[in-house]
Antibody, heavy 120, light 108 residues
Framework: QVQLVQSGAEVKKSGSSVKVSCKAS????????ISWVRQAPGQGLEWMGR????????NYLQKFQGRVTITADKSTSTAYMELRSLRSDDTAVYYC?????????????WGQGTMVTVSS | SSELTQDPAVSVALGQTVRITCQGD??????ANWYQQKPGQAPILVIY???IRPSGIPDRFSGSSSGNTASLTITGAQAEDEADYYC???????????FGTGTKVTVL
């Protein structure tokens, strides 16, 4: 059974960057899409973007265009999400999630989440 | 609009039935998926492609859809079903995804 294991919590200064990793274990990595979803404290879920590792194709929500980069390393079955020019409202739990494995768009497997705190 | 709107909170007596709705124009074109999230935990998929339960999800969870509204029904709610529930689907462009605003379910 595939598991997604994310890197640990981060504390960053405003204006800096953060890079969160998401390592897949126990199954095929490249054939399915990996999305990044964030959740600010006490708020709902927000989709940020996705990557199809086998092709390297990416797709970002317009809101994050120019500030986020999602990449994948097929050799280590790891996806990455880098967010730049951090602001206080980027403080959130960042999740990676897999879709496409159930012949649907559903996110069937999620990482445990990475808390990113942005301080001034 | 690509927004998905849910009621903020609902309550249900133990063993009774509760229905959570999700409204949005995207649902006329794309199937809804539903996630359960408990405090401090990652979301879990409970219904996908409108009405299919993933392996391991109890059959008291069911989904349906009509027009611009998708619904998640819990028949015989249990204490462990107390959680936040989110719907999601593709947005109107078809290239991105959107989540509902979330519904907090309290089991009394």
């Amino acid at each position: 059974q595939v598991q997604l294991v994310q890197s640990g919590a981060e504390v960053k200064k405003s204006g800096s960057s953060v890079k969160v990793s998401c390592k897949a274990s126990g199954g095929t990595f490249s054939s399915y899409t990996i999305s990044w979803v964030r959740q600010a404290p006490g708020q709902g879920l927000e989709w940020m973007g996705r990557i199809l590792p086998i092709l390297g194709t990416v797709n970002y929500l317009q809101k994050f265009q120019g500030r986020v980069t999602i990449t994948a390393d097929k050799s280590t079955s790891t996806a990455y999400m880098e967010l730049r020019s951090l602001r206080s409202d980027d403080t959130a739990v960042y999740y990676c999630a897999r879709d496409g494995a159930l012949s649907s768009d559903a996110f069937d497997i999620w990482g445990q989440g990475t808390m990113v705190t942005v301080s001034s | 609009s690509s927004e998905l709107t849910q009621d903020p909170a609902v309550s249900v007596a133990l063993g009774q039935t509760v229905r959570i709705t999700c409204q949005g124009d995207s649902l006329r074109s794309y199937d809804a998926n539903w996630y359960q999230q408990k405090p401090g935990q990652a979301p879990i998929l409970v219904i996908y492609s409108k009405n299919i339960r993933p392996s391991g999800i109890p059959d008291r969870f069911s989904g349906s859809s009509s027009g611009n509204t998708a619904s998640l029904t819990i028949t015989g709610a249990q204490a462990e079903d107390e959680a936040d529930y989110y719907c999601n689907c593709r947005d109107s462009s078809g290239n991105h995804f959107v989540f509902g605003t979330g519904t907090k379910v309290t089991v009394l």
